[in-house]
């Protein structure tokens, strides 16, 4: 069995590497594994294909904390019940103080001491009494973090034209910039409507139809001249 196992994450559908340590790990195991928000829930889903052997991925994989316990399954479900309140709570408050901010999610730490709370919005905003009003109602350290249109995409997640679920949100770590000039050297039509992402800005795959055509290019010139 490998170091890293490949795992999808309960909260996000996303493909997670994780160090399995000396943990011994079966597919289908729901676990418990380390995350920016103190844990997450992840069904392995592959222990010993190339996949989950990929060198670069080693150093920088999250590690699995421990299988899954039912309270852990318990606790998870709460903890989204919980963000899901929070969420209509915060709503309503932006609009009862009127404020120019579009609410994307809450996320909540595992330890239950911090909730964070995603927004865009096109310019600064003062929610300085939004904080005070939620870490009244909820008991909690309260981070109010601004966000732009491809990470609120990557956040609420969905399909895109392709049918299958976003790329961001799928298996994008980071997002590289995407110009015209991309779809022009593709040969598409610049149709707004088709060449945009649920996010309105240019679609990310816009970037590897382009190296992938490269690539293939490459390819062929290399066969021609042999």
């Not at 709503?91 to 009862?96: H, P, V």
């Not at 865009?120 to 909690?140: C, S």
């Not at 049918?163 to 000039?181: A, D, G, H, N, Y």
């Not at 991309?182 to 149709?191: E, F, G, H, L, P």
């Amino acid at each position: 069995m490998s170091a890293l196992v490949c795992l999808l994450s309960e909260r996000t559908g996303k493909m997670i590497r994780a160090q399995k340590g000396d943990i011994e790990i079966q597919m289908g195991d729901l676990c418990l594994v380390e995350s920016e928000f103190g844990g997450d829930m992840a069904t392995v889903t592959d222990v010993s294909s190339e996949v989950c052997r990929h060198p670069k991925m080693a150093q920088e994989a999250p590690k699995i904390i421990r299988k899954a316990t039912e309270d852990d399954t318990r606790k998870f479900s709460w903890l989204r019940e919980r963000e899901n309140r929070a969420f209509d709570l915060c709503q309503q408050r932006i609009k009862s103080r009127n404020l120019g901010m579009k609410l994307t999610a809450v996320r909540y730490f595992f330890n239950e001491k911090k909730g964070v709370f995603f927004y865009t919005a096109d310019g600064r905003i003062d929610f300085r009494q939004l904080v005070k009003d939620l870490a009244k109602e909820l008991k909690m350290r309260i981070e109010m973090r601004q966000v732009g249109v491809r990470d609120e995409a990557k956040i609420v997640g969905g399909l895109g034209v392709c049918v299958r679920p976003l790329c961001c949100v799928s298996f994008m770590k980071s997002f590289e910039p995407v110009t015209i000039q991309k779809a022009r050297k593709q040969q598409i039509v610049i149709n707004p409507t088709k060449i945009s992402g649920l996010c309105g800005r240019l679609m990310c795959c816009l970037a590897f139809e382009e190296e992938s055509r490269g690539r293939m290019y490459s390819e062929s010139e290399t066969l021609i001249e042999d």
